[in-house]
């Protein structure tokens, strides 16, 4: 039986407030996981880096899940941090006696110190990567820098040695497959839960007083780390069509800089949106908490997703679960979770006009938007925390009796 289980998350803290800088999708997943994990009895330490000088050591955040930061050299030389951190893990775990059944890594920055602590520890070793170098590049916009070589050389490192490597949808596992040669022996798929206690249907009106909204049009939703990589352009630029011929529509965008186009982006979109002339029309909320979420999915007629590149799309999944319909790119994890025609539409390319096309046809069609409404309910109940732990508590169990 699976008792106690190490996952490293280098790159950020699954208790940062998600939505701007490096804290977004990844931070939900791995801290969602930890609680379910924990609420079926395995003891999990997630092991991060200390991003505050001040910062709190060790987090109960809940019976049988606590963060435990790791203080590291000041970002530069890679090796150095990976050394570090390993050194961290080493020493904390060995203070508190704990023997772990699995390390299992999330994103290509904890690759290597998991691959190091499986060795050091004796214990298998499970990878998530939650987005992949190569497959980012694929779509990136001309002015988002490309992936580092040193990602993906680590990551090609890492598919090739590690025990499992989890993707979160088919289209992932097939990503691995085609780009990075991974071994389907080695392969597993597990998508990640909704958290279904929050994230349900509710009365429109109350989300829309609760965010200050006034007015009864229709309201396009963004939410999401503002970058290139998440299409915020293709949205506002959608939306402006769409402006046209809806007079009393308004988007709200929830979100801040992320990645190192960041700032530069939020400005670009500041500056874009006013020489539109919506200024008045589309307003920038700063990242919320995410228990906020609900009110803004639930205000809101329709989410769109225009991502270039995306592993998962947990917006897209909680805004379904809020019974919203979705307007996405075809691409990666989008593709699993937007039925198309059923609970939103999926659009090919990231040209505006298909966006605009298809958030017009929702608007414009009150009967298509609430069987969308209650397809996309329905829909997301297949995104389960409880079905996740399963899945890996399964893949945890068969990795474990492989090494003994
Ligand atoms: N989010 C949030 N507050 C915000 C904006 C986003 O809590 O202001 C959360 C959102 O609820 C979702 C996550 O950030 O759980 C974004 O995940 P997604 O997979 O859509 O994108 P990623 O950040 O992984 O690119």
Request: one cysteine or more; a negative charge; aromatic letters at 6%.
């Amino acid at each position: 039986m699976i008792q106690r289980v190490a996952y490293l998350s280098v790159h950020t803290c699954p208790l940062a407030r998600p939505g701007s800088g490096d804290a977004g999708g990844m931070n939900v997943y791995v801290d969602g996981l930890a609680r379910i994990m924990a609420a079926r009895g395995v003891q999990v330490e997630v092991f991060t880096r200390q991003a505050d000088p001040d910062g709190v050591g060790v987090v109960e955040v809940a019976d049988g899940y606590r963060v435990v930061h790791i203080d590291l050299p000041p970002p530069g030389d890679p090796y150095a941090t990976v050394n570090r951190f390993v050194e961290g893990v080493l020493d904390w775990s060995g203070a508190a006696g704990a023997r772990y059944d699995v390390v299992h890594s999330h994103y290509w920055l904890s690759g290597w110190p998991g691959l190091v602590l499986g060795d050091r520890l004796g214990v298998p070793f499970a990878v998530s990567f939650h987005t992949l170098g190569r497959v980012k590049n694929l779509n990136r916009r001309h002015d988002d820098p490309p992936a580092s070589l040193l990602r993906i050389a680590t990551e090609e490192d890492v598919i090739a040695r590690a025990g499992c490597v989890v993707a979160s949808t088919p289209a992932e596992a097939a990503e691995l497959l085609e780009h990075y040669r991974a071994d389907p022996e080695r392969l597993c798929m597990s998508p990640p839960g909704v958290d279904h206690r929050l994230f349900h249907p509710g009365d429109r009106r109350t989300a829309r007083a609760s965010l200050g909204i006034a007015g009864t049009g229709p309201l396009v939703l963004f939410a999401g780390r503002v970058q290139p990589l998440k299409g915020l352009d293709v949205a506002v630029e959608a939306f402006a069509r769409v402006a046209a011929s809806h007079p009393d529509a308004l988007m709200l965008v929830v979100g801040g800089a992320s990645g190192e186009r960041g700032p530069a982006e939020v400005a670009a979109m500041l500056d874009l949106v006013a020489e539109r002339g919506l200024a008045e029309r589309v307003r920038f909320s700063p990242p919320m908490p995410h228990d906020h979420l609900p009110a803004a999915y639930r205000a809101a007629d329709v989410v769109v997703a225009p991502s270039r590149s995306e592993s998962f799309g947990l917006v897209a999944a909680e805004a379904q679960a809020c019974g919203v319909p979705v307007v996405a790119s075809r691409v990666g994890g989008l593709a699993h979770i937007v039925e198309d025609g059923a609970t939103g539409f999926l659009v090919d390319g990231w040209d505006p006009a298909g966006y605009a096309a298809a958030i017009g046809r929702i608007l414009a069609d009150p009967a298509l938007a609430a069987s969308m409404a209650a397809a996309a309910e329905e829909r997301s109940a297949r995104f389960s925390w409880s079905a996740t732990a399963d899945r890996f508590l399964s893949l945890y169990e068969g990795m474990a009796a492989g090494a003994r």
